[in-house]
């Protein structure tokens, strides 16, 4: 890996809710595996593989005793998980109480007591597995996301020995949001057994900074975190990425050329092409966009079979009610979108319930005339990135929510509230619309960034801040 594989030492252990590949039971009972969902994993391998480093999490699967094994360049280390603990833990506490929590509550957090001791009982887990595994002194353990934040102060008890760092993949809530949590100093605790505290937005790591002074008495100088016990941290904003120059070298092989013109003679060669690609999540804003996108051609500002809508809705936590209640009432939706507007083999929305290949991906992306990420609130979106980066070609418009993080970044992109569903329809309109040359000199500008703050940037950036943080301590430590 660039820039961070030259320089590191020692092979990183990185630690997150799941393995890189997820093990799948199909009908038959067989099992096979699957690349996990979400950015994390397409960020991290990297970081493992040039490292020749450990990934330590779970298999995906309940009551799934692995041995650990290699796989692509990389030490993998399973950690089982019992079927009530993936209710609990996974279903419970991380994705029925933090994910609303820490989305701003777009959903309703569930505060459920057996939830929490199940969280501490895996976190202490995950925490046995990496003192186990991590080499000697100074090695880097790097912890990643909500589900695991009591690890680093539970690790540090074990190993003080280790360079511990955190990064939070999603927004962290401001205080009147995050003090509901009757855990929340607990999860500050965590927290604070770190060197380096990473987070998408500046403004993640100020509400952050805010709760821990709050919470656990410690003082704040900028980035600085004074513990009282001698020991200093930091807690910054290092926004995450994707593998640009990949996903560009992707998005020009003809075979992705052939398939994104064959997706669209199959959309029946439509004048606009208007895509979305999410989790099937209600943090994804996906009903206010259909809300939108049927009001449009309600009031014939837009024509279907002209323009289409083709939306990837992929499964996600289909176990957790949130998630159930969404999934029926998006599906009900587009359903009365296509009877009210669709012709006889020309449904106006395309919906997708389904995860697709990465190659697949980039086609779609490729034949997408404006891709819509209008999130209520999402730590970073990376589809907005991958979509941005695989426009060679400097054509398509992206309408981008300004409470995803990418919008600190990606300031070309047509910027919308999607609460407010005027103002939605009016992005799109002007999105479709807009000039080859305009779109071109937005596009240009938003791939010159994502070229330039990729993930390898992000990896070294990361690596190099907990390496400084935890030299300072030597340092300071030394007589
Ligand atoms: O950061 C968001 C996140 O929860 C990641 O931790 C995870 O890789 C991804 O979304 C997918 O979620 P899940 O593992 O719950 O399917």
Redesign the pocket.
């Known amino acids: 890996m660039r820039g961070v594989a030259g320089t590191r030492e020692t092979p990183v252990v990185v630690v ?3 393995l890189p590949v997820d093990q799948v039971t199909l009908g038959d009972g067989s099992t096979e595996w699957r690349p ?6 397409a960020a991290l391998e990297p970081v493992v593989q040039s490292s020749g480093g450990t990934w330590v999490g779970w298999p995906g699967a309940p009551d799934t005793e692995l041995d650990p094994f290699d796989a692509d360049g990389m030490h993998v280390v399973p950690v089982a998980l019992s079927a009530e603990e993936v209710a609990e833990y ?1 279903e419970g506490f991380s ?1 029925g109480t933090l994910w609303p929590l820490y989305h701003d509550v777009t959903g309703e957090p569930v505060f459920e007591r057996r939830w929490w001791d199940a969280y501490r009982t895996v976190n202490q887990r995950f925490a046995d597995a990496v003192a186990e595994v991590a080499d000697g002194p100074g090695t880097v353990v790097w912890v ?4 695991l934040q009591l690890v680093p102060d539970m690790l540090r008890r074990r190993r003080p020995d280790l360079r511990i760092g955190f990064f939070d ?2 927004p962290f809530p401001g205080w009147e949001i995050y003090a509901r949590l009757p855990w929340r100093k607990q999860i500050i605790d965590g927290l604070l057994g770190a060197d380096l505290i990473g987070f998408q937005r500046g403004g993640d790591a100020a509400n952050f900074l805010r709760a821990a002074r709050s919470t656990s008495g410690v003082v704040t100088r900028g980035s600085v975190i004074e513990r009282g016990d001698g020991r200093q941290l930091r807690a910054a904003a290092f926004p995450i990425s994707v593998d640009a120059a990949a996903l560009d070298e992707l998005s020009r092989r003809p075979e992705t050329l052939a398939r994104a013109a064959e997706l669209r003679r199959d959309l029946g060669n439509p004048t606009t092409i208007v895509l979305g690609v999410d ?1 099937l999540d209600y943090t994804k804003g996906i009903l206010h966009r259909l809300r939108a996108y049927g009001e449009l051609l309600d009031e014939g500002r837009l024509g279907a079979p002209d323009v289409v809508l083709v939306q990837v809705a992929s499964p ?2 289909e176990r957790v009610e949130e998630y159930q209640r969404l999934r029926d009432e998006v599906e009900v939706t587009v359903g009365r979108i296509n009877g009210d507007h669709s012709a006889v083999g020309h449904p106006a929305v395309h919906y997708l319930h389904q995860t697709f290949p990465k190659e697949e991906m980039a086609a779609l992306y490729l034949a997408a005339d404006v891709l819509l990420v209008t999130p209520l609130r999402d ?1 970073m979106n990376l589809v907005a990135k991958e979509y941005v980066a695989c426009r060679h070609d400097e054509r398509g418009s992206l309408v981008l929510s300004e409470f995803a993080g990418a919008a600190d970044e990606l300031r070309q992109a047509f910027l919308v509230n999607p609460w407010d569903i005027d103002g939605l329809k009016d992005a799109v309109l002007r999105a479709i619309a807009v000039a080859p040359a305009e779109a071109a000199r937005r596009m240009r500008a938003m791939r010159r960034r994502v070229s330039e703050f990729d993930v390898h940037r992000w990896a070294s950036a990361f690596l190099g801040g907990l390496e400084m943080v935890a030299e300072s301590k030597a340092e300071r430590a030394a007589p």
């Open positions: 997150a809710n799941r996990s969902p979400g950015g994390l994993v996974y994705n990643q996301d909500y589900q993949h999603i989790r996600s936590r730590g």
